[in-house]
């Protein structure tokens, strides 16, 4: 069975078509939603891709955020203290897509909030508000068909997560199923935490290309720019989530903006 690719080409099949012929890795910047508020996210959003960002990852809060760390847990919080909410993070996507239509856009999160609004409520509007692809990190492959075919549908890719502990097995049954790119997680753990085992990671990545040709991103682990430049050897994409969302632990948004800034400069130099 081959990957479900849709049949037009896609932001995210552009983008790493392009990268590849320019010999370079994307750099994947994760922020939750509503984190300072929706505006300020838009702001953030527009900086990433000022300051090098290739592919943004918005998170959908969520009250029970199980594989993410301490940063990104009260990330969550800070969004739901907002009242955000999965509809408005699909209208903060369709206010960006009026100043920005070629950076993709990809949905991480979990299924309580897609299942509350319905699957194909939520692919018809993701696919009205211009998301690219979509992550819910318990959405396992054998439970995905029904929201995979509606996703199809409005041409959104489904993105899935492999783990060190992956077996063969699974690689594939994952790879079959997955369109967009393949998230690998780094680390036997959970958002925030240290990469510690580089040479697991690289034999890992060299089995699921034996599997597939899409893009592999690499994500969980990446602290700094020698991060992102150790694991780009190995990957089409770093994913920079946790170091980027301490920062938003404070109400000085301009503080937060020049971190954004000097960290993503420092991470798009290295990838």
Known sequence: MQPLISTKMSRIKNLFKKLKNERKKAFIPYIVAGDGGLDFSLTVMTELVQNGADIIELGVPFSDPMA???????????????????????NLIKKFRTINQHTPIILMGYLNPLESMGYQKFANLSGDAGVDGVLMVDMPPEESSQLQKYLQEKQIDIIFLITLTSTKKRIQKICNKASGFIYFVSIKGITGEKISDEIAIEEKIKQIKKTTALPIAIGFGIK?????????????AVVVGSSLVKFFDTTDQ??????????????REAT
């Open 254 to 267: 301009q503080k937060i903006l020049q971190q954004i800034r000097k960290l993503s400069m420092q991470i």
């Open 224 to 236: 700094n720019a020698n991060d992102a430049k150790n694991m780009a050897q190995y990957a089409d």
């Open 68 to 90: 993410d760390g301490s940063i990104i847990s009260y990330a969550h919080k800070r969004a739901l203290s907002n009242n955000t909410k999965l509809i408005n993070v699909l």
